[in-house]
């Protein structure tokens, strides 16, 4: 049995990826962003899963947050799930966030960040970016490039924790809208197979129903992972610490 947390549970892939994660089996921790809208969820706590309450776009809560799991049973796992199309937190939420819970959770030796074939339309550059979210710096493209660049950076820094990133195609969500043409379960599958299969121990992957795809070129550029690690640092306060 696993452990695993999986960000924004509260509705669309991530709430069928820790609903399936649990059908499976295994340990759950649940996410939503306030009390009021862990309700959502209150049928998977009701099945076992533990939750977590934390709004994303406030870098304090995520940090206190990341630090207070790190201190309970260790987690194995991490499906980097939730996710903004757009406003002043995409950089918070997509990017931002993702980034402390790898930096300041020792136990996990997976993640899984999901990314989009959006990403491609992304652009790598690191000026100007409001890394708080107090105004809306990047848009999505962006975002979804920078987190699918990390999921690389985060393998090649530690050899022995699988990072990989994820599209899970255009399905029907809050996000996705009603007539996303892509297959629903398809679009959750392949994080749980990441986070939680003896076979899928591999790493650095970008990932679309289980096959692997070529990401942008900017996601497999040394420097600029290197550019994006000591960015997400330097205007947090936290580095990625060495195992
Ligand atoms: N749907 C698609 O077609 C598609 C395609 C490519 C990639 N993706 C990616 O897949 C992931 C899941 O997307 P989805 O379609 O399932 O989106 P969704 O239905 O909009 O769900 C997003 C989840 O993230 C949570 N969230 C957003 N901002 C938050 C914050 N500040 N604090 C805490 N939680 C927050 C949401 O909480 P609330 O319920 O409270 O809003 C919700 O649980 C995202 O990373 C998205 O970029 C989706």
Redesign the pocket.
Known sequence: MTRILV?????????ATAASLLDAGHDVVV???SST?AR?VADLVDRGAALVV????DRDEVVATATSLDGGPAIDAVVH????LSGP?VVP??VVAPYLFTALLGTPTRHVY?????HRGGHPDLDGIEWAGRTASRSYSDS?LLVTQLAAAVAEHWPDVCSNAV?????A????GAG?PDDFDLGHETQEWLATAPDAGTSGGYWFHRQQQEPHPAVRDRRLQRGLVDALAAATGVRLPER
């Open positions: 960000t924004g549970s509260t509705d669309g892939l991530g709430r996410h939503a962003r809208r959502a934390c709004d994303l776009a799930n939730a996710g903004v937190s939420v997509n999901l990314s989009s074939g959006m979804k599209d899970p195609g255009w399905v969500t809050k996000m996705g996303a």
